[in-house]
């Protein structure tokens, strides 16, 4: 009996702690409820000492639903009280404490008490249709002093009004850090007045490309010139200021440099002539590290120093191909008078004059993790974008990193089903992903662990062609990358932020904003079942609303319900879609199965793939989806300069005659074809024996879509080696890097 009425107080416990839930984001460190409710006037009375400049800001964000007026009686509704004195690592906590008669916030800074009102607004927005707040204290600030978001205007330019826009977006989350990427290969878009054909020649293009990568189509239409005058940038900055935003430039270098040499060919290894890139990707004309270039970088960056008052400027230092620098005798010549190792050294050399120089000026660098490349320079930072491993070497070297994973941070990715989204780069990086990154990697301990400075998301531009799709990127992930870098974030209860952020909606559809919908519509997942494979359904709402078919026609209210995962007992195709009311709420979800005897089984990698596209691990070479060569999303695996050594367990000893696979070729995005395959065979998973293998030529021919007939065999495991074409060679993009291989599925018939 005790044990009974336990249980039924931890359940009604756990009720009252979800009604009482605030829906706020990013979640507050620590909220207790009071007794009472502060009842929303139709005009709120505000103190005459407040903060002028945020409380306008506050004002004009509430203007639609409430009304204000100033005084100095003791009527206020709205208090304020600065702490005395600042206590370092606090600028941005505060305290909230709402009563029945007034409102009272208390920081130690004006940015605390604009963090306050962020909390405030939501508050009024979601309690208004009430007309009443819950009493209540708050006691908030971040766990990570960098919480930013990144945007890419080169590969496609926003207006003024638009990065304007973005900033209040930022603002609203409680982010304070817009790192801006200025200048690539593609366009450079800052106007420098030492240097004028950057922006008369660098800021246009003849054309761009359009659609897939792999289609490689272009408009035809000349693109520009686009960038931004010195007087419009200070105008940014300043709006960003006013919301207690630090904006962080990034001036690429050495690579991605085509846009800046179009204008100033003498800057490069050789003669030229060059042109802003139509393409994406990663070109080998860079920056030659010889003394006009360092006095060009330094006089820009004496400009960009000027315009941008923040502590730190990104310098780029990513996707810098050698093969220029290993074929000019000046750079050679570097190498042997530096005592350099090689070009890996001359790029470190490069990174530590630009950054001796910065420092000299009271200012630091940031860049993207293959700064580490040849040493780090001594104050530099590191922005850990390829997994976490530069972020952690950086810590482990007492050197401050900013971790921005493309497997959790990177937004140009898929945010739901590929087949239902608009064209992405690629990657699968759904709302929840996002949502269960910890900043901090476990490889550090507490000391190390200080050195990181906080996360970041970076939206990189060549498939977003407009501002509307720039929202639908960021919308709702930004939410959870806020809740993430407040500390707040806990991802064994993410059903309780989703079900957050879908209010949030509301916020977001009276702004006009045009935000991903993908949790809504249905996502399914793969599972091993007692007889291969079976397919899991879920959606934010109630999977009882869920219907289905398997014969390829499109799901109707009459169609079966979803209960159950479904069971897949052969090649067919799966549609779904979510029903409430009798009416269709969601996209119809479609997925096609191929199955063969390798499907469901057991299946082990030697070898794990990259965290960018690694969605469902080894299993998804046996979950019976055949990859889309236009969508690297959830159905490929990538390996970056590793080969796929997969292990199948059939359980038992299987009769087959054929193994298939895909792989791709995409040396644009450094995806080059397998430069070999062997198939082997054991009864015990230990002694195997090769029974098949094919060249790089056979490859070639069959344009990776591999099918091997192997005459009758039998066995219990399946060996598949698939050798990775290694270092990308000389004369293709990314020379010198590690190529990607990429593979679907492993059938066997």
Not at 150 to 167: G, P, S, W
Not at 692 to 702: A, C, L, R, T, V
Request: charge should be neutral.
């Amino acid at each position: 009996m005790n044990r009974i009425f336990l249980v039924f107080l931890m359940m009604m416990s756990s009720l009252v702690f979800s009604q009482n839930k605030l829906n706020v984001i990013p979640y507050p460190q620590k909220v207790e409820f009071l007794k009472g409710d502060f009842i929303i006037p139709e005009t709120l009375i505000l103190g005459n000492d407040l903060p002028k400049q945020e409380t306008s800001y506050f004002k004009k964000r509430l203007n639609s639903i409430l009304k204000f007026k100033n005084s100095g009686k003791s009527d206020v509704q709205l208090v304020y009280i600065q702490w005395p004195k600042t206590v370092v690592g606090k600028e941005e906590s505060y305290r909230i404490e709402i009563s029945s008669k007034h409102i009272k916030i208390e920081s130690y800074t004006q940015q605390g008490y604009f963090l306050a009102l962020q909390t405030l607004i939501q508050l009024f927005e979601n309690y208004h249709g009430e007309n009443k707040i819950p009493a209540m204290k708050i006691e908030d600030q971040p766990k990570f002093a960098w919480r930013g978001m990144h945007l890419d205007v080169c590969r496609h330019f926003f207006t003024v009004d638009e990065v304007k826009q973005y900033i209040d977006y930022l603002a609203m989350y409680k982010l304070n850090t817009f790192h801006w990427h200025l200048t690539d290969d593609q366009g450079w878009r800052i106007e420098i007045k030492k240097y004028p054909k950057l922006t008369q020649i660098g800021s246009k293009r003849k054309e761009s490309m359009i659609g897939a990568y792999v289609d490689n189509t272009f408009d035809g239409k000349p693109y520009g010139p686009y960038f931004y005058t010195q007087e419009q940038i200070k105008d940014v900055v300043k709006y960003a200021q006013e919301r207690h935003i630090t904006i962080v430039p990034e001036i690429e270098m050495p690579g991605h440099a085509l846009a800046a040499l179009s204008a100033y060919p003498e800057l490069a290894c050789t003669k030229g002539p060059f042109e802003a890139a139509t393409k994406w990707g990663v070109f080998d004309d860079v920056f030659c590290p010889k003394e006009e270039t360092f006095t060009f970088l330094e006089n820009v960056l004496d400009e960009v120093a000027q315009l941008f008052p923040s502590q730190y400027i990104h310098i780029g230092g990513d996707e810098c191909p050698k093969t220029r620098w290993k074929e000019c005798a000046h750079c050679q010549e570097l190498i042997r008078k530096n005592n350099l190792k090689d070009e890996h050294g001359l790029q470190s050399y490069f990174i530590q004059r630009i950054e001796k120089y910065l420092n000299s000026k009271g200012r630091k660098i940031i860049g993207w993790d293959e700064i580490l490349e040849g040493g780090l320079a001594p104050n530099a930072a590191v922005m850990s974008w390829t997994g976490v491993n530069g972020g952690i070497e950086a810590a482990k070297s007492k050197h401050f990193a900013v971790m921005t994973p493309g497997a959790y941070c990177y937004f140009d990715h898929y945010q739901g089903d590929p087949q239902s989204e608009p064209n992405a780069i690629g990657g699968f990086t759904p709302l929840e992903k996002v949502y269960s990154y910890n900043p901090i990697p476990d490889e550090l301990n507490a000391e190390q662990a200080k050195y990181i400075l906080g996360v970041q998301a970076n939206l990189w531009t060549e498939y977003i062609l407009d501002f509307k799709q720039v929202q639908y990127m960021i919308f709702p992930r930004l939410m959870a990358l806020s809740e993430v870098g407040w500390g707040t974030s806990d991802p064994k209860n993410y059903k309780e932020f989703e079900n957050r952020v879908i209010r949030q909606f509301k916020i977001l559809d009276r702004m006009k904003v045009n935000y991903a919908k993908s949790i809504y519509n249905i996502s399914g997942k793969v599972i091993a079942a007692d007889k291969g494979i079976a397919y899991e359904l879920s959606t934010s709402q109630d999977v009882n609303g869920i219907r289905y078919t398997l014969d390829g026609t499109i799901p109707t209210i009459d169609s079966k319900t979803y209960h159950n995962p479904v069971s897949i007992p052969g090649s067919l195709t799966i549609k779904s879609a979510y029903f409430e009311d009798g009416q269709l709420k969601s996209a119809v979800s479609s997925q096609q199965f191929t199955v063969s005897k390798a499907t469901g089984k057991n299946i082990i990698l030697e070898q794990q793939p990259n965290e960018n596209y690694s969605f469902g691990g080894a299993f998804t070479l046996v979950d019976g989806i055949l990859g889309n060569p236009r969508q690297l999303g959830k159905t490929w695996l990538g390996f970056q300069g590793k080969d796929v050594v997969a292990t199948i367990d059939f359980g038992q000893k299987t009769g087959f005659s054929e193994v298939y696979f895909n792989t791709l070729e995409n040396k644009g995005s450094w995806i080059h074809l397998a430069k070999s395959a062997q198939i082997f065979v054991s009864d015990d998973n230990k002694n195997f024996k090769m029974i098949k293998e094919i060249g790089k030529e056979e490859i070639q021919n069959s344009k990776g879509k591999i099918q091997l007939n192997l005459g009758p065999q039998t066995s219990r495991y399946l060996k598949v080696k698939i050798e990775n074409a290694g270092i990308i060679p000389a004369g293709n993009p990314g020379a010198d890097s590690k190529a990607w291989l990429f593979v679907d599925e492993i059938g066997v018939n």
